[in-house]
């Protein structure tokens, strides 16, 4: 009987009933988790405070998983994240502030956000073509040159504000449009790794030289996976900008960078569940600690630590 077969076949496979039951359940999650955002949002049961917080969570999340696609999964280690954050923000605000007509910005915001990722999508791939010729200590001095020339370039462009700062953009980033891009990017990512092709970064981080000789083209997989971080980080950045109206390059630092990289190790490097749940530590650990004023970045480092 067809029936006992498929029956017979799913008793012996629990791997595709386990895949079956997340293939049913993950909608659901998606689904409640987009109306429950959009009651916070609408219905003012969350005050504006612990809006901004869980938005906050939300863009800290896209770079945490974005940036672990390269230091975990793929074990190179980039320090120039708030590099690509950073032309995401002015290339999102750019297009809804001076080329956008302000009765389309709106509907055009997506396409915005979508449009500052692929411009450091293009840049990082042009990085990684240059600095993959490296590896460990020496691309990290790449990826950090890149920040402070990315911070330097801005600081002196006078058209877009220069070290003044952007301002005028509309605050179209809600706790919907967050939790939007959140699904996207690990979406995406999770996908990527679980691909013939992201086996192929993960082999990498195992050992590069074994990959090579198993026919693994490694050097292609590394310009492509950092690539897609670059896209991710940029959407991030197009998020802060339009949460926080204001950008400046002083916000996209060295500092910045290193609080990515704190996010993904205090999660677990290589782990998606532990990027995002390191990034939501430590947003939600700034917060608590803010009472403390500048004591707070004494206090954080040490309670990282411990």
């Not at 945490?64 to 002015?90: K, Q, R, W």
């Not at 590394?222 to 802060?240: C, H, I, P, R, W």
Request: aromatic letters at 10%.
């Amino acid at each position: 009987m067809p029936g006992s077969t498929q029956s017979q076949t799913e008793s012996r496979n629990p791997l595709g009933r386990k895949f079956l039951d997340q293939s049913a359940t993950l909608p659901t999650f998606v689904l409640a988790g987009f109306f429950l955002c959009w009651s916070m949002q609408n219905l003012g049961f969350v005050n504006p405070y612990w809006q901004l917080v869980l938005i906050t969570i939300g863009i800290n999340c896209i770079l945490a998983t974005s940036l672990n696609l390269v230091n975990g999964a793929m074990g190179e280690f980039s320090v120039g994240h708030a590099g690509f954050m950073a032309l995401g923000a002015y290339t999102a605000s750019i297009l809804t502030v001076r080329l956008i007509p302000a009765s389309l910005v709106t509907y055009c915001f997506p396409l915005a956000i979508v449009a500052g990722g692929l411009i450091a999508s293009l840049v990082g791939l042009g990085l990684a073509v240059l600095s993959f010729r490296t590896r460990g200590d020496y691309l990290a001095i790449v990826t950090l040159a890149f920040n402070m020339i990315v911070k330097s370039t801005i600081e002196n462009v006078d058209s877009i504000g220069g070290p003044r700062g952007f301002l005028g953009m509309p605050k179209l980033t809600t706790i919907t449009w967050a939790f939007a891009f959140v699904v996207a990017s690990v979406w995406v990512i999770r996908n990527l790794l679980h691909s013939s092709f992201g086996r192929g970064v993960l082999s990498i981080r195992e050992d590069e030289l074994a990959a090579n000789l198993m026919g693994v083209n490694t050097r292609q997989a590394k310009v492509l996976a950092f690539a897609v971080s670059s896209f991710f980080a940029g959407v991030a950045g197009g998020l802060y900008a339009h949460l926080l109206q204001f950008i400046n390059p002083k916000m996209f630092d060295i500092v910045k960078s290193t609080d990515v990289l704190v996010m993904i190790y205090l999660g677990g490097i290589g782990s998606m569940t532990g990027s995002l749940l390191g990034a939501t530590v430590f947003t939600l650990l700034l917060e608590l600690l803010r009472p403390l004023g500048m004591a707070r970045l004494v206090v954080m480092p040490l309670v990282l630590v411990v």
